[in-house]
Nanobody
């Protein structure tokens, strides 16, 4: 049975840090491209960061470059998003996702497996 369980969200003050985790079961995460999305109220879901199957380095949306780091631990079948220097505009529900497709897959509909979402709120 496939499951993707997210954790790590919460309330943090501006400038603070959080680390999001997604533990996958029922499939091997290393065989998939992984992406973190976020969705703020009233806005479309947007990609934040990804590791593709062809390029194992992390790619980042401009607004999070230098602040967020995507990674995965294959031994734990887990992916992470380390978020530093958080700002109020980072407030959103964050989702992890995985796809078996190659290339820079950006559209959410291409992702087969999803976490349940975790709320990140940045506020003083």
């Amino acid at each position: 049975q496939v499951q993707v369980v997210e954790s790590g969200g919460g309330l943090v003050q501006p400038g603070g840090s959080l680390r999001l985790s997604c533990v996958a079961s029922g499939f091997t995460l290393d065989d998939y491209a992984i992406r973190w999305f976020r969705q703020a109220p009233g806005k479309e879901r947007e990609g934040v960061s990804c590791i593709s199957r062809s390029d194992r380095s992390g790619n980042y949306e401009d607004s999070v470059k230098g602040r967020f780091t995507i990674s995965r631990d294959n031994a734990k079948n887990t992916m992470y998003l380390q978020m530093n220097s958080l700002a109020p505009e980072d407030t959103a529900v964050y989702y992890c996702a995985a796809t078996a497709l190659y290339g820079p897959v950006q559209r959410p509909t291409a992702y087969k497996y999803w976490g349940q979402g975790t709320q990140v709120t940045v506020s003083s």
